[in-house]
T-cell receptor, first 110, second 115 residues
Framework: RKEVEQDPGPFNVPEGATVAFNCTYS??????FFWYRQDCRKEPKLLMS???SGNEDGRFTAQLNRASQYISLLIRDSKLSDSATYLC???????????FGTGTRLQVFP | DTEVTQTPKHLVMGMTNKKSLKCEQH?????MYWYKQKAKKPPELMFV???????INESVPSRFSPECPNSSLLNLHLHALQPEDSALYLC??????????????FGPGTRLTVL
């Protein structure tokens, strides 16, 4: 079983739609959680950290459920510019090693 | 400013060549990382430097040799590579090493092609 699992997609949604991505992780010692986005042939860029209480940044909402070892990302009012691959990333306590999910590809169409 | 810079952007090399990838950050970060990313795959960690000392080597072949000359610079020396080593090589840095949980910021990467 992979340490971090994501639905690879692709998710094809129209502009203005709401889309949700899920991610599960297997190591209960995982400490920090992030969503990165990666555009084609570019580097990953931090979208947001994920906190236990859930957090929101504009149209983006991230949730963490430690009991179920589950992370989610909700994107409201999708824009064309949201088209990218979204990487769920987990950092285990007392290591420097980011564990990446395989990424979920989002394509927003007009 | 959360900028990590990498040079060169693109590199084509033969299997007998020796080349180096360079990474620089001026954010005062104390941990720096090399990742390798193949097409349609997530980044895979290669090396971690913590306070300029190598702290993690993910069983990377010796044809890849990292070097951290100072706290702002990270190099990756390449020698006798194979075509399957062609990939995007990403450098990243974070403020605190050793599981501090700090965000890692990535550079734009060097796209390497080995002929």
């Amino acid at each position: 079983r992979k340490e971090v699992e994501q639905d690879p997609g692709p998710f094809n949604v129209p502009e203005g739609a709401t889309v949700a991505f899920n991610c599960t992780y297997s190591n209960s010692a995982s400490q920090s959680f992030f969503w990165y986005r990666q555009d084609c042939r570019k580097e990953p860029k931090l979208l947001m950290s994920v906190y236990s209480s859930g957090n929101e940044d504009g149209r983006f909402t991230a949730q963490l459920n430690r009991a179920s070892q589950y992370i989610s990302l909700l994107i409201r009012d999708s824009k064309l510019s949201d088209s990218a691959t979204y990487l769920c990333v987990v950092l285990t306590f007392n290591t420097d090693k980011l564990i990446f999910g395989t990424g979920t590809r989002l394509q927003v169409f007009p | 400013d959360t900028e990590v810079t990498q040079t060169p952007k693109h590199l084509v090399m033969g299997m007998t060549n020796k080349k180096s990838l360079k990474c620089e950050q001026h954010m005062g970060h104390r941990a720096m990382y090399w990742y390798k990313q193949k097409a349609k795959k997530p980044p895979e960690l290669m090396f971690v430097y913590s306070y300029e000392k190598l702290s993690i080597n993910e069983s990377v072949p010796s044809r890849f040799s990292p070097e951290c000359p100072n706290s702002s610079l990270l190099n990756l020396h390449l020698h006798a590579l194979q075509p399957e080593d062609s990939a995007l090589y990403l450098c990243a840095s974070s403020l605190a090493p050793a599981g501090g949980g700090d965000t890692q910021y990535f550079g734009p990467g060097t796209r390497l092609t080995v002929l």
